[in-house]
């Protein structure tokens, strides 16, 4: 089955439809599909709701998706960084479910792995615990948190040989394994593409069972917050 | 600046929290004053983990080699060192809540004396998110609370009981403050020791919460 695509609107082309639930890789503006936001900007899907750690910033990441109004609303753990992002939150027009970090990317993790539902401590007692089941196991406290499954994942990984075998670089990964393994269909951008066998089997990172379509194109790759020392101090 | 801060300043701060860790650590050490902490950690064997997905964190790189995909959970560009291991947000969060990381040295807009710590939302203003800092203080073996004992008024943000939303209940073992450090123990807390030039009274006087000896 071939995976590889020519660009992001042809790797999307027929999955996308107004109302629906997008699971993003990506942590602050690391490791992003930038080029598959894009492009959902480009094709203008509507009332999206979208689970991703944080919403980009103004221009950029999805950042986009806010700016032209396509996002109804947010499942993230913060959103600090995006002035558009808090205007629409503060005036109404945009829904956000604050979701725990980690019980953002264990609902993926979950959802992936046919898990419906699992019990954390994180947030008991705390808002997020509001309207949630709690159970007592051995004594503590635990909340009833759903697993999360995505009509699509949108992800970035650095290598993939043809078959989707992935491989992230460096704190790039974050959110995206889980990201990939949560949707009905994946749709991963990498930089680069090579042939299958020239990946070592024991180093991929998520195994292209995961990755249904593919493409490979050219990154900004921005930098939040960009922090230096001066050869000086070494 | 609150340059009218009594006791320790954020560096005394910060060294007196590095006396908390121990050699062969695993710690995971929030923005502000607890990003500090790694600067006073001297010889001792200590491994930071960065909740985005990486144990083994390194100083800020020279200039000229940021890498965009290196960054902390600041969104800092950040470096690598020979130990450092990538992984993903699931497992990041999985060592967390499993209780693989030995402690987290975390900032505080309030601290009850039953442990309850507020460090994540005011009501009305901006509201930004929790990030990861639920997951920490649930799972963490160790919880210690680096912070102001008052705000800019004055006022005690060691409480009785929190008025701000919470980020965790009864999660805090130990607060380190201007003034002093403080264990939540039955009962309320108890006074450990007090900040150069700060008495027992001023640092009882400055704290709302109930103090057992």
């Known amino acids: 089955m071939k995976k590889v695509y020519g660009s992001a609107a042809e790797a999307l082309d027929g999955l996308l439809f107004d109302g629906m639930l997008i699971a993003a890789g990506g942590f602050g503006l690391c490791g992003i599909p930038e080029l598959l936001i894009a492009a959902i900007r480009d094709a203008g899907t509507k009332d999206l709701t979208v689970a991703s750690n944080n919403a980009g910033v103004d221009g950029f990441g999805l950042g986009l998706l806010l700016e032209t109004k396509q996002v109804k609303k947010m499942i993230s753990s913060y959103v600090g960084e995006n002035a558009e992002f808090m205007r629409q939150y503060l005036s109404g027009e945009l829904e956000l479910e604050f979701n725990p970090q980690g019980t953002l990317a264990e609902r993926m993790r979950a959802g992936g792995a046919g898990i419906p539902g699992f019990y954390t401590k994180t947030g008991v007692g705390t808002v997020i615990a509001e309207g949630k089941e709690v159970k007592t196991f051995d004594g503590q406290d635990y909340i009833l948190e759903r697993g999360l499954v995505a009509d699509l994942s949108i992800v970035k990984a650095w290598k993939a040989d043809e078959t989707g075998n992935l491989v992230f670089r460096k704190s790039a990964r974050n959110f995206n394994p889980p990201a990939a393994t949560c949707g009905k269909t994946c749709v991963v951008e990498v930089e680069e593409i090579v042939p299958a066998g020239s990946l070592d089997p024991d180093k991929i990172h998520l195994p292209g069972i995961y990755v249904h379509r593919l493409i490979q194109g050219e990154h900004e790759k921005r930098i939040e917050q960009r922090t230096t020392r001066k050869r000086e101090e070494a | ?213």
């Not at chain 2, 990486?54 to 790189?61: H, K, Q």
């Not at chain 2, 999985?94 to 505080?108: D, F």
């Not at chain 2, 807009?109 to 998110?129: F, S, Y």
């Not at chain 2, 939540?184 to 000896?213: C, H, K, N, P, S």
């Open chain 2, 1 to 213: 600046m609150a340059a009218e801060t009594k006791g320790w300043d954020r560096n005394q701060m910060a060294a007196r929290a590095a006396q908390e860790l121990e050699d062969g650590m695993y710690v995971n050490l929030g923005i502000g004053i607890p990003t500090l902490v790694a600067n006073y950690v001297g010889d001792k064997d200590i491994t930071l983990q960065s909740e985005n997905g990486m144990l083994g964190m390194g100083p800020f790189p020279y200039e000229g080699e940021e890498d965009p995909d290196l960054i902390n959970a600041g969104k800092q560009t950040i470096t690598e060192l020979p130990r450092t291991a990538y992984f993903d947000s699931a497992m990041s969060f999985a060592m967390i809540r499993g209780g693989k990381i030995a402690a987290a040295i975390l900032g505080a807009m309030e601290v009850a004396e039953n442990g309850d710590l507020a460090n994540w939302m005011i009501p009305g203003k901006l509201v930004k998110g929790m990030g990861g800092a639920m997951d920490l203080v649930a799972g963490v073996g160790r919880v210690i609370v680096v912070m102001d004992h008052t705000n800019k008024h004055g006022d005690s943000k060691v409480l009785k009981e929190c008025t701000l939303p919470l980020t965790g209940k009864g999660v805090v073992d130990r607060i380190i403050s201007n003034l002093g450090v403080l264990d939540v123990v039955e009962g309320g807390l108890r006074i450990v020791e007090t900040a150069e030039g700060v008495t027992r009274d001023e640092l009882r006087a400055a704290t709302e919460a109930t103090i057992v000896d």
